[in-house]
Structure formats: structure tokens, C-alpha cells
T-cell receptor, first 115, second 112 residues
Framework: EAGVVQSPRYKIIEKKQPVAFWCNPI?????LYWYLQNLGQGPELLIR????????DSQLPKDRFSAERLKGVDSTLKIQPAELGDSAVYLC?????????????FGPGTRLTVL | AQSVTQLGSHVSVSEGALVLLRCNYS??????LFWYVQYPNQGLQLLLK??????LVKGINGFEAEFKKSETSFHLTKPSAHMSDAAEYFC??????????FGTGTSLTVIP
């Protein structure tokens, strides 16, 4: 079974440029999460989707961040414009809706460097 | 509100020695508790999870953790460290199974 796929794995951009990250969850996992992981820190939730609906986006900085999951499968997270402080690893995770524990399966992440 | 505290951002042990990584949680209801491991440039991988079925939980790679309600702790242990155990370890708490709260992580170094 394929795991959570993320691309690109690494991205280097200059500040004020836009950037987008893509995530394809495990097949059948209707719940999808985007996390931000700063260096030396644990993951922090940005947004959670149930199918195509964003059910928790309270931690998403909506002035510059946006996300979509139009068909309820893969998802894109966008930053426009990027700032120096956005340099971090962006993790995508998915979980099976029938699992009451909500065990999350993580992708390898996208490491963003903003210069 | 839920939160997790991991004492010790860096832990070093000799190969073959006991590994002990500490995690204390705060939760208003009986929580679900998890330990994840993250190897360099990889995503998080589940080591073990506490589901209230048993207080001593066994996970992969020889790790186990004990849920102690009175101490609000869920420390991770392994009797004998291996070089391949060197990684970042994260404790996480969830009340509903939807929202996970992660600790700041503990970096484990194994000395040959």
C-alpha cells in the first residue's frame, strides 16, 4: 500500500514569491491534515479536511495561506506571498474515518526555505 | 485544553543501555496517547498508541510505554538501545481522535 505522497520534497524560493505544496493521501483516507513543523519543534496543525470540507482551519494564517481539496482526494497548500518566517517543513497526514483513534499516517514532508 | 510536555530535548545513551524518553500530558478527559518517531528527512512514523485497553503498551522496534494516570505520564522505554534508534521522538495527545497535539520532541543520540 502506498503511503502519503508529498511533492516537492524541497523548495527554495525568495521572499514574496508564491509557493505550493501537493499531497496525495493514502487511498480511502478521507481525513487529511496539513501541519507546519518548525526546526526543533513538533508538528502544528494548519488545517484538517473531512473529504473536501475544511472542518478545522482555525490555525491557518488566512492572509497568506490557502488550501484546497477540491475532489476530496489530493490537496494543495499555497503560500502567497512567502515570508522568511515561513521556512519550515510542511507535513501532510491522512487518517481513515472508521478509526476512532484517528491514527495519522504522515508523508515525508516538504522542506521550504525562503531566502 | 490538551497539551504535551516532553522533558529533555536531547537524550544521549550508550548502545545497549536503557532508553527512557519522558512525556507528560494534560487532558480534561481520558486521552488517546501516541509516540511517533521521525528519522532525518522523513515523516513521522507511529511507534505505539494508548487506547485505554492496557496501561502497558508495546510498540514496534522493541519500544514500550506505560500509561500512568496518577502521574499524567506516558514515558517511552526500550531496554537496550541500538544505533538505529537515533532519531527524533514525539509524544502526542488526542481527546477525540481528530485533533492531535504534539510535544516539542526529544532527539535521541546513541553512542557506540
Amino acid at each position: 500500500e502506498a503511503g502519503v505522497v508529498q511533492s516537492p520534497r524541497y523548495k527554495i524560493i525568495e521572499k514574496k514569491q508564491p509557493v505550493a505544496f501537493w499531497c496525495n493521501p493514502i487511498s480511502g483516507h478521507n481525513t487529511l491534515y496539513w501541519y507546519l513543523q518548525n526546526l526543533g519543534q513538533g508538528p502544528e496543525l494548519l488545517i484538517r479536511y473531512e473529504n473536501e470540507e475544511a472542518v478545522d482551519d482555525s490555525q491557518l494564517p488566512k492572509d497568506r495561506f490557502s488550501a484546497e481539496r477540491l475532489k476530496g482526494v489530493d490537496s494543495t497548500l499555497k503560500i502567497q506571498p512567502a515570508e522568511l518566517g515561513d521556512s519550515a517543513v510542511y507535513l501532510c497526514a491522512s487518517s481513515f474515518p472508521g478509526d476512532p483513534l484517528g491514527e495519522q499516517f504522515f508523508g515525508p514532508g516538504t522542506r521550504l526555505t525562503v531566502l | 485544553a490538551q497539551s504535551v510536555t516532553q522533558l529533555g530535548s536531547h537524550v544521549s545513551v550508550s548502545e545497549g543501555a536503557l532508553v527512557l524518553l519522558r512525556c507528560n500530558y494534560s487532558s480534561s478527559v481520558p486521552p488517546y496517547l501516541f509516540w511517533y518517531v521521525q528519522y532525518p528527512n522523513q515523516g513521522l512514523q507511529l511507534l505505539l498508541k494508548y487506547t485505554s485497553a492496557a496501561t502497558l503498551v508495546k510498540g514496534i522496534n522493541g519500544f514500550e510505554a506505560e500509561f500512568k494516570k496518577s502521574e499524567t505520564s506516558f514515558h517511552l522505554t526500550k531496554p537496550s538501545a541500538h544505533m538505529s534508534d537515533a532519531a527524533e521522538y514525539f509524544c502526542a495527545v488526542s481527546e477525540s481522535g481528530n485533533q492531535f497535539y504534539f510535544g516539542t520532541g526529544t532527539s535521541l543520540t546513541v553512542i557506540p
